[in-house]
């Protein structure tokens, strides 16, 4: 059976990664470094900031030059962005079936409402769980345990959507089917290393269709 579906956003729900890496990016630049892909997917993609801003500024205030970069990433995401592809459909499918829904994001408060509000999906989560706001962000499961507790799902019942590495080993600890997006350049190889149960292109896959028809008959 399927009790919950648990979303991530960035990566997930909304394809943001373009614009955090432009953020990235310029400020790099702006300290005489260039940003890699390669660096970005290992350092920073999925990660929270007061675990990878004192590695990338080690010597600059990490808190407020996060603040500072979260605040240009609203800048750029502005006010209206689409949402991944079949996101929507999957969403009012879970709400016709009963399944609770909930974003489940290392994202501060701020930028996780204003992403929800941005792709138009915000009154279809019944919960918003912060990383920093629970005792331990991404990748401990702890974010991902929140949002099963409050909605009293059995772990085995629920199906976490991932995208970076340090949510997929977060979601795979908590219990969840682990169903990856491929959106953020990672392998299928490194998505399924990272706790991977499933990977799909986006929401209107094939595979994920007949995945919640196995499940939700199980």
């Known amino acids: ?16 990664d373009p614009l955090h890496y432009r953020v990235f990016e310029t400020m790099f630049a702006e300290r ?3 940003l890699t892909e390669a660096l970005y997917l290992d350092r920073i993609h999925g990660r929270h900031n007061e675990d990878s801003f004192p590695e990338l500024f080690p010597d ?17 995401l502005g006010a209206g962005h ?8 999957l969403l009012d499918l879970a709400r016709a079936r009963g399944w ?44 991902y345990l929140a949002a099963m507790r409050a909605f009293g799902a059995a772990p085995a019942s629920c199906i976490a959507f991932e995208d970076s ?3 997929l080993r ?26 991977a149960a499933t990977t799909i292109a986006d929401f209107t896959d094939p595979a994920l269709t007949a995945l919640l028809d196995r499940l ?3």
């Open 100 to 143: 609770r829904c909930a974003a489940v994001t290392n994202a501060p408060r701020i930028n996780a409402e204003a992403m929800l509000a941005a792709i138009g999906l915000g009154a279809h989560m019944e919960l918003l769980v912060i990383g920093e706001e629970c005792s331990r962000a991404k990748p401990d499961p702890e974010p």
């Open 1 to 16: 059976m399927i009790a919950a579906l648990l979303f991530d956003l960035d990566g997930t729900l909304i394809d943001s």
């Open 165 to 167: 590495a340090s949510g």
């Open 216 to 218: 939700a008959a199980a």
């Open 170 to 195: 977060a979601a795979a600890a908590s219990g969840a089917h682990v169903v990856a997006v491929r959106s953020a350049g990672l392998t299928e190889d490194a998505l399924r290393r990272h706790g």
């Open 32 to 34: 005489g470094r260039v």
């Open 82 to 89: 689409a949402p991944m592809p079949g996101a929507e459909a």
């Open 60 to 76: 600059e205030d990490a808190t407020a030059l996060s603040l500072q970069k979260e605040a240009q990433f609203r800048d750029m």
